[in-house]
């Protein structure tokens, strides 16, 4: 941008002889912009009010004011004191803290600060340059102005005889400095200004009348000081001088000026440097002592008798780059030379680098590009030259470059794609080094965090979960709990489990099971029936809580667990209810001689399907015997002419479950070698039967429902507690191998003659019982019946089969049928 504007105001009025001066307004606004790379510049004059305006920041860097706000646009000093403040609403840059130039800047000019502006969203950094200028807000002041200025002088003192005065300081720069000195009026003296060899200036006293002790032996003056501004300002000291006799002779220097270089970090008590003077009077008149006459800074002293200047404080480059010292040689005619004395401060390396973050993102999305700015910092050295100049890098090997902006100013980039489920947080040190030797470096960490995406879904342990359930359990009971992990963070990794929609058998498998979806808890819907359905298999899915959200599935398999909740059921003989069907064994049958074989089966599987056979009660002394494992009845001994033809056997069927279950079945035998006789003798048989099952039946009746109570009562307290522990030592601690016996089909003997329900069993053939549910052995006997669907082809099955139905063809054949009711 060119110069847009230059407006400047003034009124000046000055009156003369120290009268009341009337200062009209000065109005002085000086604008000067100039914008190459995001830089600015105004001028302005210092004291300005609070809340001035300095300049249209938004109008000269061509930015909306919109923009000022959305970026949250703010200023960056690094100093105490924030001179200005940005209106982001207007877009204008105002004065927020007095300004004073000489507090400021000193004696150089120009005087300027300059500071930064940024913005977010994406970053951009300007750089405001502001130059104060000076007004007269200052009046020359003489180092000790509350203290005259005393002078022996000696009333020989030659005409033109020169003494000098203190000399006024002006903190004002430019036309308003110190521009006139005047002397009080009076008879002896006048001022004369001179200069020294680098510019400056200096007032002496110069006598232009003798003097008289004798008229006037004390003079008292006033030297005024006047600057050049508008309006003038003024200061003054008193001047006392006290008239002497016969010292014509003043000290001189051999140097006019005396210049020395000092490093700043010299010890107190230090010479800097040694002035000398002489006198040409002799005696007490020629005794010379030295004397500084501005000490307001403290930092050195002179030894009197010497002329040694030693240092007394502690010396600072940051803050004062030069001394310069006035030095004084009196005689003791009161005569005073004068030379001036140059301290230049010599730098060395005591600043270490100073890192000031001015903005961070923090945390940084872990799908950040390669590139990204994480923060924006300042480093500044108060060191001059090579020990100014700053290096800056970061420890470690870490993802992350420093990439330089404008001046002083650095970026912290990503140097490549982050990963918040491998690293979460970063611990940057980001380190400032100057160029001085040795080097000073600063350190600081920036902890920097890895906001979440979600990009990982739920993840099983396993692509299969098995779960097991006992048959006849409780609606409402847990089965199983899936979980699943997320590596994501918060929402993204909040998983909530979902049932899919399936069949089992044709229903849907939320008939069967529901499902927690916050817990992942599997629970029963219904009570199961291991006899029919024995495996579920349901798809479970879990989903995180992202936007959008990821999912994954897993298959859970459900294991009906058998129960001993089937009584065995006898399939052979059958017990009808019209006719009377006995067994026949002929008078000369051997001992085992084969009578007959009860086959039952029971629909439980495993141990709880193991039978056994017992006979309970027989009509003569025992003569038949039943296999405990194969159920056959055999005779035991010879039959004889005083056993009855009448034979009346009850076996009981028991399984080995725990509880264990029971059925019973009677067996009728008619031991005789020919079919009438069987006829006469079961004739009287089937009445007498009739006639004890009327007389009996309300005794077993009431016997039955007393034992009934009294079993329920002891399953219902006693089985419930031990039954798991029982079922548990049997099934999976046993070594002992289970003998099942599972017929694929068999019809139900409840008068119809065949069964309501078709039921089919796998065989397992492992040997280990808490793995599988039944193992299949051998036959203990060669008359056990045993039909397996899913073994049928086994040629060992085949010819087990066809040797019991043989047996059974026989028995069979055997079988006499007696009517109830004989014509």
Same mark, same amino acid.
């Given at each position: 941008?060119?110069?847009?504007?230059?407006?400047?105001?003034?009124?000046?009025?000055?009156?003369?002889?120290?009268?009341?001066?009337?200062?009209?307004?000065?109005?002085?606004?000086?604008?000067?912009?100039?914008?190459?790379?995001?830089?600015?510049?105004?001028?302005?004059?210092?004291?300005?009010?609070?809340?001035?305006?300095?300049?249209?920041?938004?109008?000269?860097?061509?930015?909306?004011?919109?923009?000022?706000?959305?970026?949250?646009? @703010?200023?960056?000093?690094?100093?105490?004191?924030?001179?200005?403040?940005?209106?982001?609403?207007?877009?204008?840059?105002?004065?927020?803290?007095?300004?004073? +130039?000489?507090?400021?800047?000193?004696?150089?000019?120009?005087?300027?600060?300059?500071?930064?502006?940024?913005? #977010?969203? *994406?970053?951009?950094?300007?750089?405001? %340059?502001?130059?104060?200028?000076?007004?007269?807000?200052?009046?020359?002041?003489?180092?000790?102005?509350?203290?005259?200025?005393?002078?022996?002088?000696?009333? /020989?003192?030659?005409?033109?005889?020169?003494?000098?005065?203190?000399?006024?300081?002006? &903190?004002?720069?430019?036309?308003?400095? &110190?521009?006139?000195?005047?002397?009080?009026?009076?008879?002896?003296?006048?001022?004369?200004?001179?200069?020294?060899?680098?510019?400056?200036?200096?007032?002496?006293?110069?006598?232009?009348?003798?003097?008289?002790?004798?008229?006037?032996?004390?003079?008292?003056?006033?030297?005024?000081?006047?600057?050049?501004?508008?309006?003038?300002?003024?200061?003054?000291?008193?001047?006392?001088?006290?008239?002497?006799?016969?010292?014509?002779?003043?000290?001189?220097?051999?140097? %006019?000026?005396?210049?020395?270089?000092?490093?700043?970090?010299?010890?107190?008590?230090?010479?800097?440097?040694?002035?000398?003077?002489?006198?040409?009077?002799?005696? /007490?008149?020629?005794?010379?002592?030295?004397?500084?006459?501005?000490?307001?800074?403290?930092?050195?002293?002179?030894?009197?008798?010497?002329?040694?200047?030693?240092?007394?404080?502690?010396?600072?480059?940051?803050?004062?780059?030069?001394?310069?010292? +006035?030095?004084?040689?009196?005689?003791?005619?009161?005569?005073?030379?004068?030379?001036?004395?140059?301290?230049?401060?010599?730098?060395?390396?005591?600043? *270490?680098?100073?890192?000031?973050?001015?903005?961070?993102?923090?945390?940084?999305? #872990?799908?950040?590009?390669?590139?990204?700015?994480?923060?924006?910092?300042?480093?500044?050295?108060?060191?001059?030259?090579?020990?100014?100049?700053?290096?800056?890098?970061?420890?470690?090997?870490?993802?992350?470059?420093?990439?330089?902006?404008?001046?002083?100013?650095?970026?912290?980039?990503?140097?490549?794609?982050?990963?918040?489920?491998? $690293?979460?947080?970063?611990?940057?040190?980001?380190?400032?080094?100057?160029?001085?030797?040795?080097?000073?470096?600063?350190?600081?960490?920036?902890?920097?965090?890895?906001?979440?995406?979600?990009?990982?879904?739920?993840?099983?342990?396993?692509?299969?979960?098995?779960?097991?359930?006992?048959?006849?359990?409780?609606?409402?009971?847990?089965?199983?709990?899936?979980?699943?992990?997320?590596?994501?963070?918060?929402?993204?990794?909040?998983?909530?489990?979902?049932?899919?929609?399936?069949?089992?058998?044709?229903?849907?498998?939320?008939?069967?099971?529901? &499902?927690?979806?916050?817990?992942?808890?599997?629970?029963?819907? @219904?009570?199961?029936?291991? #006899?029919?359905?024995? =495996?579920?298999?349901?798809?479970?899915?879990?989903?995180?809580?992202?936007?959008?959200?990821?999912?994954?599935?897993?298959?859970?398999?459900?294991?009906?667990?058998?129960?001993?909740?089937?009584?065995?059921?006898?399939?052979?003989?059958?017990?009808?209810?019209?006719?009377?069907?006995?067994?026949?064994?002929?008078?000369?049958?051997?001992?085992?001689?084969?009578?007959?074989?009860?086959?039952?089966?029971?629909?439980?599987?495993?141990?709880?399907?193991?039978?056994?056979?017992?006979?309970?009660?027989?009509?003569?002394?025992?003569?038949?015997?039943?296999?405990?494992?194969?159920?056959? $009845?055999?005779?035991?001994?010879?039959?004889?002419?005083?056993?009855?033809?009448?034979?009346?056997?009850?076996?009981?069927? #028991?399984?080995?479950?725990?509880?264990?279950?029971?059925?019973?079945?009677?067996?009728?035998?008619?031991?005789?070698?020919?079919?009438? =006789?069987?006829?006469?003798?079961?004739?009287?048989?089937?009445?007498?039967?009739?006639?004890?099952?009327?007389?009996?039946?309300?005794?077993?009746?009431?016997?039955?429902?007393?034992?009934?109570?009294?079993?329920?009562?002891?399953?219902?307290?006693?089985?419930?507690?031990?039954?798991?522990? +029982?079922?548990?030592?049997?099934?999976?601690? /046993?070594?002992?191998?289970?003998?099942?016996?599972?017929?694929?089909?068999?019809?139900?003997?409840?008068?119809?003659?065949?069964?309501?329900?078709?039921?089919?069993?796998?065989?397992?053939? %492992?040997?280990?019982?808490?793995?599988?549910?039944?193992?299949?052995?051998?036959?203990?006997?060669? /008359?056990?019946?045993?039909?397996?669907?899913?073994?049928?082809?086994? *040629?060992?099955?085949?010819?087990?089969?066809?040797?019991?139905?043989?047996?059974?063809?026989?028995?069979?054949?055997?079988?006499?049928?007696?009517?109830?009711?004989?014509?």
């Amino acid at each position: 941008m060119e110069l847009r504007g230059l407006i400047a105001v003034g009124l000046r009025w000055r009156s003369f002889h120290g009268l009341r001066q009337q200062l009209g307004a000065l109005l002085f606004l000086l604008c000067v912009v100039n914008m190459v790379g995001g830089q600015i510049r105004y001028s302005i004059p210092e004291e300005m009010k609070k809340g001035s305006v300095i300049g249209n920041v938004a109008q000269d860097l061509a930015l909306d004011v919109r923009r000022l706000r959305s970026g949250r646009a @703010r200023i960056v000093t690094g100093e105490n004191i924030q001179y200005t403040e940005l209106k982001t609403d207007k877009g204008l840059l105002v004065v927020n803290e007095r300004i004073d +130039r000489e507090q400021l800047c000193g004696d150089v000019t120009p005087c300027s600060f300059s500071f930064e502006m940024i913005l #977010e969203n *994406p970053i951009e950094l300007h750089q405001i %340059t502001i130059e104060v200028l000076d007004i007269n807000d200052h009046a020359p002041i003489f180092p000790n102005k509350d203290r005259a200025l005393t002078f022996e002088i000696s009333e /020989s003192a030659a005409v033109g005889g020169a003494f000098p005065l203190q000399s006024a300081k002006d &903190l004002d720069v430019g036309q308003n400095t &110190l521009k006139d000195y005047i002397l009080s009026p009076n008879e002896n003296f006048v001022l004369k200004q001179q200069s020294n060899p680098d510019g400056s200036k200096y007032v002496e006293m110069v006598l232009q009348k003798p003097l008289d002790r004798e008229k006037q032996p004390h003079l008292n003056l006033k030297l005024i000081a006047v600057d050049g501004g508008t309006p003038q300002r003024s200061g003054s000291v008193n001047i006392d001088v006290t008239v002497l006799d016969v010292n014509d002779n003043v000290p001189i220097f051999n140097q %006019t000026i005396y210049k020395a270089s000092v490093m700043e970090n010299i010890s107190k008590g230090t010479c800097i440097v040694r002035v000398n003077a002489t006198d040409a009077d002799s005696g /007490s008149n020629g005794l010379i002592s030295y004397s500084l006459s501005n000490t307001e800074s403290g930092v050195f002293n002179i030894d009197y008798k010497t002329g040694s200047i030693l240092l007394s404080g502690q010396l600072d480059y940051e803050k004062e780059r030069k001394y310069e010292l +006035r030095v004084e040689a009196k005689d003791q005619g009161g005569f005073v030379g004068t030379s001036k004395v140059i301290v230049d401060v010599i730098d060395v390396n005591d600043n *270490p680098p100073v890192l000031n973050i001015m903005s961070i993102l923090n945390p940084v999305s #872990e799908d950040s590009l390669p590139g990204t700015t994480i923060a924006v910092f300042n480093i500044k050295d108060s060191d001059s030259e090579q020990n100014g100049k700053v290096q800056c890098s970061i420890d470690g090997k870490l993802p992350f470059k420093i990439q330089s902006s404008v001046k002083n100013y650095y970026n912290l980039v990503s140097d490549q794609y982050f990963d918040r489920e491998t $690293i979460q947080e970063y611990n940057i040190t980001v380190t400032a080094t100057d160029l001085g030797n040795p080097p000073l470096f600063t350190s600081k960490m920036i902890n920097l965090k890895i906001s979440d995406v979600n990009d990982n879904p739920p993840v099983f342990d396993r692509n299969i979960f098995s779960a097991f359930i006992i048959e006849n359990n409780s609606p409402g009971v847990s089965i199983f709990a899936v979980s699943a992990h997320d590596s994501d963070l918060n929402q993204n990794a909040r998983i909530s489990y979902i049932l899919e929609d399936t069949e089992v058998s044709g229903a849907p498998v939320s008939t069967y099971v529901s &499902l927690n979806s916050e817990t992942g808890v599997i629970s029963a819907v @219904r009570t199961f029936d291991y #006899e029919q359905i024995k =495996e579920l298999q349901l798809t479970v899915k879990a989903q995180d809580g992202g936007s959008p959200p990821l999912s994954s599935n897993v298959t859970v398999k459900i294991l009906i667990q058998d129960q001993n909740d089937n009584p065995p059921q006898v399939l052979y003989p059958v017990q009808t209810g019209g006719s009377l069907v006995a067994e026949m064994v002929p008078r000369s049958a051997d001992v085992g001689y084969l009578v007959t074989k009860v086959v039952a089966v029971d629909v439980d599987s495993g141990q709880n399907a193991w039978l056994s056979y017992k006979l309970q009660r027989a009509t003569d002394r025992p003569l038949f015997e039943v296999g405990l494992q194969n159920g056959e $009845i055999r005779t035991i001994r010879q039959v004889t002419d005083k056993d009855a033809v009448k034979q009346r056997l009850s076996v009981t069927v #028991e399984d080995n479950g725990q509880p264990s279950r029971s059925a019973t079945v009677i067996v009728n035998v008619a031991v005789a070698d020919s079919f009438p =006789e069987v006829m006469s003798e079961f004739t009287d048989f089937t009445q007498d039967k009739e006639y004890n099952d009327n007389l009996t039946f309300y005794l077993v009746l009431a016997l039955a429902v007393v034992s009934f109570l009294f079993i329920t009562c002891l399953v219902v307290i006693i089985s419930v507690k031990i039954y798991r522990w +029982r079922q548990s030592r049997v099934l999976y601690h /046993s070594n002992l191998p289970v003998i099942p016996y599972y017929p694929p089909r068999y019809s139900d003997t409840l008068g119809t003659g065949t069964l309501q329900h078709v039921y089919n069993y796998e065989v397992c053939r %492992t040997t280990d019982s808490r793995k599988s549910d039944m193992k299949f052995m051998p036959p203990m006997s060669d /008359s056990l019946v045993s039909v397996d669907g899913a073994d049928a082809d086994d *040629p060992r099955v085949e010819k087990q089969m066809s040797g019991n139905f043989s047996q059974m063809s026989t028995l069979v054949s055997k079988i006499i049928i007696i009517p109830s009711k004989l014509e």
